[in-house]
């Protein structure tokens, strides 16, 4: 029983180890560098094509990464991706870190695996109503000034004319 | 002889200002059209109410303020370094209806960092921000990159020496044609053609790397104003990083090179001589400050692979010395260069571009004046006592190194590089490593938008503050802003 | 907008400047600084400090791409030595030059050149007075 639970418990860290947040990866590159890592958040903008693969950006914790696959078919389940009134895909992305990758010179991750935890959707923002009020508001006092400054106009020029 | 001003003089800068806070709002239609246009109705609100309140200032100064004196000099100074609080003051109300800033105060930063083509930023989930706000917010280092001046001189027709003050308090004191309206005809002139030059070249490569056409054109345009404006915006979190693009980068090299030089210089190739490039002073500073600096970048980076090497060093090293402040590394990643190669950034982002350019810092010019002058004196005194020696330079024409142009160049490097100081010793003062609080001041004052972390939304509110008063000072070269103090002062004299 | 080249920083060459200032590219070059500074820092076009008898200076000034010159001077010599210059070498369509002594009128007229004498445009408007 004991040794049971001893390894249930050694699992259990282990698999902590790995799905570190991303906060924690970029604030110590050397000691991931290299490591296999786990992320979880919201796939964002688009699936973008390059030379030799493609490229998903993913939001977790306020921090972006690029992860960089060639196989573009483990996409296919991804439903959403996050932009205005869009709520990506959350997904848990594994793969391994690289600090500063030889082949694409900047810092990334090599997918591994990626699961799709839960589905995006569209979020509409709706006008809070004080928005509605401030736009009548200051719309009357916009026109009204112009009016006085029209005629404000009118009348110097009635009195230039009057004048000459 | 102190200026003293009266109550005339405050109606006609007033009444001038009202007139740019119209032309504001004329450019708040656009950001508006593209909510309009892309169905984004909270949006079209923040912008509706921020543009009807907008032209009610305007009308309100207008109203109040006739044009009592003809418009000079002075009322010039005092209108530019005023306008740049207002029109900042003004552009983070969308901002702050967004509901991506965490206080007016991040808002107000931020909208100040496009103004002044700085690129600092406190905005929070970028990634889902609409078109119309990313719209806004690149647009405002258009407008200030161009100069809101720029704009005002096809308004204001009466004021004779007024426009060129206001060309001089916007810290472009070199005059490509006699007339300054021609002048600024020019300047729009050619940002136009490289408006759709980089509008093409950037789309293209993002269409093919898989981005919807109508989004591409978007980014394609936001991404030049952030480079050629040498602004540094960009509408991810991730900055540059995001496209993992390579091509990208090297676009975008292409136009941070070109804001970052002389219009003057745009001139001269354009209508005059080619060769300008090898003989010109700013030119070749630019060329050796560069290559020395990536060198020392590059010793401090030794030990990773070429590709990187470049990418990460060399894109850098550009974005720093024109002051853009794009990156293409990962968030925490430029905090933990090595002090040698983080120095060398320092410096680059110190000395900037052109002057009479989109960019800030010292400015080639001056640096290379002072280098210079101290290489001058250092020869004048191994030379025999009686000896008269005075050095040429060529900037466009042959001009003599006199000692006035020295005495300017020495002061506004002292005043910058106490600011650069200044700046980074209140960091301090909070707490932060000295090296990253001098790069943050620098970054602000230098208007160029990279950062190593501090500035974020939870920095305290009086750095917030003092980093908004450096861009401020920075944008406008502290002449305009110390005429408008003493302006003031003389007030509390009488 | 016209690029034009004023000559002679006097009285004269003051005003033309400051009118002309208003709606085209003026250069005005003065052989004396002070003449220059008289025409105020904010003037909107450029100053030029030199001798107008030195071919560097005129082509300093822009004179190849100028539209118009006016000598004004003082010295009807000097102004017409360097009309003549101007006409001949870089074809500029508008020389304009005033002279002092009226006697000169005739000599001018053949080069190509407009002169203008100011005695004379006095009597001349003197006289539209008198009807």
């Given at each position: ?164 | ?305 070429n590709v990187a090497m470049f990418k990460k060093g060399f894109f850098q090293l550009i974005s720093a010395h024109t002051g853009c402040g794009f990156t293409n590394l990962a968030w925490g990643e430029l905090d933990k260069f090595p002090p040698l190669s983080l120095l060398a950034i320092i410096f680059a982002m110190m000395i900037g571009g052109g002057v009479c350019s989109t960019t800030g810092g010292i400015k080639l ?24 020696y005075k050095d040429k330079i060529h900037h466009l024409q042959d001009m003599v190194l006199s000692d006035k142009r020295i005495k300017d160049a020495f002061l506004f490097f002292v005043l910058f590089l106490i600011t650069y100081v200044g700046g980074g010793v209140v960091g301090m003062f909070f707490g932060y490593d000295p090296m990253l609080s001098l790069f943050e001041s620098v970054s602000a004052t230098a208007n ?47 | ?131």
């Amino acid at each position: 029983m004991k040794i049971k639970i001893i390894v249930l418990i050694l699992c259990c860290t282990s698999l902590g180890a790995h799905a570190a947040d991303l906060k924690a990866i970029l604030s110590f590159p050397d000691k991931f560098n290299e490591q296999a890592v786990e992320i979880e958040g919201e796939l964002i903008g688009e699936l973008l094509k390059s030379t030799d693969g493609f490229w998903a950006n993913i939001l977790s914790d306020g921090l972006g990464i690029g992860f960089f696959t060639e196989n573009k078919t483990i996409f296919d389940k991804v439903s959403y991706w996050g932009a205005y009134q869009i709520q990506g895909d959350t997904v848990l992305a594994s793969g391994t870190f690289y600090k500063d990758c030889l082949v694409h010179g900047e810092t990334d991750i090599h997918l591994q695996r990626l699961e799709v935890i839960k589905p995006g959707n569209v979020e509409v923002v709706s006008v809070l109503p004080f928005k509605r009020k401030l736009a009548k508001i200051f719309g009357i006092i916009c026109l009204t000034l112009l009016a006085i400054y029209l005629i404000k106009l009118l009348v110097i020029r009635f009195k230039h004319g009057k004048r000459t | 002889m102190i200026i003293s001003p009266d109550r005339k003089d405050f109606s006609t800068i007033f009444n001038i200002l009202g007139r740019l806070t119209l032309g504001l709002a004329a450019f708040m239609i656009i950001p508006l059209a593209v909510a309009f246009f892309k169905r984004e109705a909270s949006p079209f609100y923040d912008f509706l109410i921020t543009f009807f309140a907008t032209v009610s200032v305007g009308l309100l100064l207008l109203i109040l303020f006739p044009l009592r004196k003809e418009a000079s000099w002075m009322h010039a100074f005092f209108t530019v370094s005023g306008g740049w609080i207002v029109f900042s003051l003004l552009g983070a109300i969308p901002l702050y209806l967004s509901s991506h800033f965490l206080s007016f105060v991040d808002a107000w930063f931020e909208s100040m960092s496009g103004f002044a083509t700085t690129g600092l930023v406190l905005v929070q989930d970028l990634d889902h921000l609409s078109f119309s706000h990313n719209m806004w917010r690149h647009l405002t280092m258009f407008i200030g990159g161009q100069g809101i001046i720029l704009a005002s001189l096809s308004v204001l027709t009466k004021a004779r020496g007024a426009a060129v003050g206001f060309y001089i308090g916007e810290a472009r004191s070199e005059k490509i044609l006699p007339n300054v309206v021609d002048t600024a005809r020019f300047i729009w002139k050619v940002s136009f053609v490289y408006l759709i030059l980089g509008t093409i070249m950037f789309s293209t490569i993002l269409y093919f790397s898989g981005m919807n056409l109508d989004k591409s054109i978007f980014h394609a345009v936001w991404l030049f104003f952030a480079s050629f404006d040498t602004g540094g915006f960009a509408p991810n979190a991730q900055n540059m990083a995001y496209y993992h693009s390579f091509p990208l980068e090297a676009a975008a090299i292409v136009f941070m090179i070109l804001g970052a030089f002389n219009f003057n210089l745009h001139f001269w190739i354009w209508m005059k001589s080619k060769k300008e490039i090898y003989k010109n002073f700013e030119m070749k500073t630019f060329f050796l400050t560069t290559f020395s600096l990536t060198a020392i970048l590059y010793f401090g980076i030794k030990g990773i692979g070429n590709v990187a090497m470049f990418k990460k060093g060399f894109f850098q090293l550009i974005s720093a010395h024109t002051g853009c402040g794009f990156t293409n590394l990962a968030w925490g990643e430029l905090d933990k260069f090595p002090p040698l190669s983080l120095l060398a950034i320092i410096f680059a982002m110190m000395i900037g571009g052109g002057v009479c350019s989109t960019t800030g810092g010292i400015k080639l010019m001056r640096v290379g004046i002072v280098f210079k002058a101290i290489f001058m004196e250092v020869k004048r005194w191994m030379m025999p006592f009686k000896s008269v020696y005075k050095d040429k330079i060529h900037h466009l024409q042959d001009m003599v190194l006199s000692d006035k142009r020295i005495k300017d160049a020495f002061l506004f490097f002292v005043l910058f590089l106490i600011t650069y100081v200044g700046g980074g010793v209140v960091g301090m003062f909070f707490g932060y490593d000295p090296m990253l609080s001098l790069f943050e001041s620098v970054s602000a004052t230098a208007n160029v938008g990279l950062t190593v972390g501090i500035t974020a939304p939870t920095m305290p509110l009086l750095l917030k503050l003092v980093y908004i008063l450096q861009m401020w000072l920075g944008r406008l070269e502290f002449l305009s802003i110390f005429v408008a103090i003493g302006f003031i002062m003389s007030l509390f004299k009488k | 907008m016209k690029y034009i080249v004023i000559v002679g920083c006097g009285k004269s060459g003051r005003e033309l400047a400051f009118e002309l200032s208003k709606t085209d590219n003026v250069v005005v070059v003065d052989r004396s600084l002070k003449a220059l500074e008289s025409l105020g820092d904010d003037f909107n076009g450029k100053k030029l400090w030199g001798d107008a008898l030195d071919i560097n200076t005129l082509e300093s000034a822009g004179i190849k791409e100028a539209d118009a010159v006016f000598l004004l001077t003082g010295n009807d010599n000097i102004n017409l030595v360097v009309g003549k210059v101007v006409k001949r070498k870089y074809e500029t369509k508008g020389v304009i030059l005033q002279v002092n002594d009226i006697t000169k009128k005739r000599i001018f007229k053949e080069e190509g050149l407009t002169i203008v004498n100011r005695t004379y445009l006095i009597v001349e408007v003197l006289r539209k007075c008198l009807a």
